[in-house]
């Protein structure tokens, strides 16, 4: 869910050199992504529920700002889940470059969000086996390229590098870093089906931020060792570098490869975000139909149908444009996310708490400072792009408020809501820990 490789990374390299796309990409996990996953390591072994950072919140800050996490998160995938097809169809591209020609390349991006609409209706076993295979194969490139520029150094200097296409600033390549280093909440949202989770999520967030670090910095580090220039870079080029590195051969591997990492995260973030329509449903938020899951698979079938649709909608704007959006969305529902484990330390002091933010109330607060401030790069960042011939920036406040507009709108459905059904501050930690 969180990293595909490092693809990418390439406008980051591009646009800032190796020197600075390295600081960048080594400094991006301590304070972006080590907080965020103290803080998710924090909340999903006190709270391990259905639907995730949804419930957390719902609990810490009441079901107006519940509901307000839920609509950030699903607002951000419609331009998130755009951008894995984006990648398949530009990897794909390298090979047959006919398929950019008209509108073959949405044609191709429907069809992968087709195939993993279905997979998932397979059930959450089926995506976690097949993201662990693909996982396989998105690394192996890489590691080959790692293993094997070590004998190229300085043989590379000398390639003529495509012009320069695309200009990524200091803003651009810092949201950029920022995308490839976020999503460790969405991981949540499953809890039902992980097996211990209280002890399993904070274990699994600590590690797999340093992995996935690893995984951007070993790739570029050993192609600046060939002397290859940086303007070289740019979306897509992997499989190009590949190529002056290995061969016909790695270059096929690492096309092979772009288009796996765009679909294996794509299929396995299916998976998380069909879930919150799910839990809004079940707690009056959404019409009762989003509750129905598959009689065999336990898969939420309506809600996942109705997300594909709306993923749907936004293939074809660009890469910069559908990123810029994406942060400033989920950047929104992650403020929330820090607020609601400050707001639960104090509101509930006494609930049981296996791991915990270190430093105390202190601590919980602190933890969010860097996320928020690197967050205040995406609102300045979105001035500078155009969504459907609106301001980026207004067209992302514009998303904001029609969460609140959202809410009212679906109070009669509360209303409804069953008498059985538990109040946020009445959800027990008993009744967390058997979810």
């Not at 967050?375 to 514009?398: A, C, V």
């Amino acid at each position: 869910m969180v990293s595909g490789g490092a693809y990418g990374t390439e406008d980051i390299v591009h646009g800032w050199g190796y020197e600075r796309a390295l600081v960048i990409l080594a400094l991006t996990p301590l304070v972006w992504s080590y907080p965020t996953a103290l803080m998710i390591g924090e909340l999903s072994s006190a709270l391990p529920a259905e639907g995730g950072f949804y419930a957390w919140v719902r609990e810490g800050l009441g079901s107006f700002w519940g509901f307000q996490e839920a609509w950030l998160s699903l607002a951000a995938s419609i331009f998130d889940m755009a951008i894995y097809p984006t990648l398949f169809v530009a990897y794909l591209e390298r090979v047959a470059p006919w398929v950019g020609v008209g509108h073959r390349g949405i044609v191709i991006g429907l069809l992968m969000i087709l195939a993993c609409t279905v997979l998932n209706l397979a059930g959450i076993h089926t995506v976690g086996i097949t993201s662990f295979w693909l996982f396989l194969v998105i690394s192996g490139p890489f590691a080959l390229i790692v293993l094997i520029a070590p004998f190229k150094t300085g043989t590379l200097a000398h390639v003529a590098s495509a012009p320069v296409t695309t200009t990524v600033g200091l803003l651009g390549g810092t949201l950029v870093a920022m995308w490839n280093y976020m999503g460790w909440d969405n991981a949540s949202t499953i809890a039902r089906g992980v097996e211990r989770p209280e002890r399993t999520y904070p274990r699994a967030m600590i590690i797999s931020v340093t992995l996935v670090a690893l995984t951007y910095l070993l790739p570029v580090s050993a192609v600046w060792m060939t002397g290859l220039p940086s303007s070289a870079f740019e979306t897509g080029s992997w499989a190009t570098v590949a190529g002056l590195v290995g061969g016909p051969w790695l270059r096929a591997l690492l096309v092979l490869g772009g288009m796996v990492s765009g679909f294996g995260i794509f299929n396995a973030l299916v998976m998380s975000y069909s879930r919150l329509p799910l839990a809004m449903a079940q707690d009056g938020m959404l019409p009762r139909i989003f509750t129905r899951v598959h009689p065999k698979t336990k898969a939420p079938w309506v809600a996942i149908l109705a997300c594909a649709a709306g993923w749907a909608l936004c293939l074809g704007l660009g890469f910069e444009s559908l990123v810029t959006l994406d942060i400033m969305l989920y950047g929104a529902s992650l403020v929330l996310e820090f607020a609601a484990l400050v707001a639960l330390r104090v509101r509930r002091p006494e609930m049981p708490r296996p791991f915990r933010v270190p430093g105390g109330l202190a601590g919980a607060i602190l933890v969010g400072v860097f996320p928020t401030f690197l967050l205040t790069f995406s609102l300045i960042r979105s001035q500078h792009e155009t969504i459907f011939g609106m301001n980026g920036l207004h067209f992302g406040l514009l998303a904001i408020v029609a969460g609140f507009a959202a809410y009212y709108a679906t109070a009669p459905l509360r209303r409804r809501r069953p008498a059985q059904a538990a109040q946020p501050d009445q959800i027990t930690r008993s009744e967390s820990a058997d979810v």
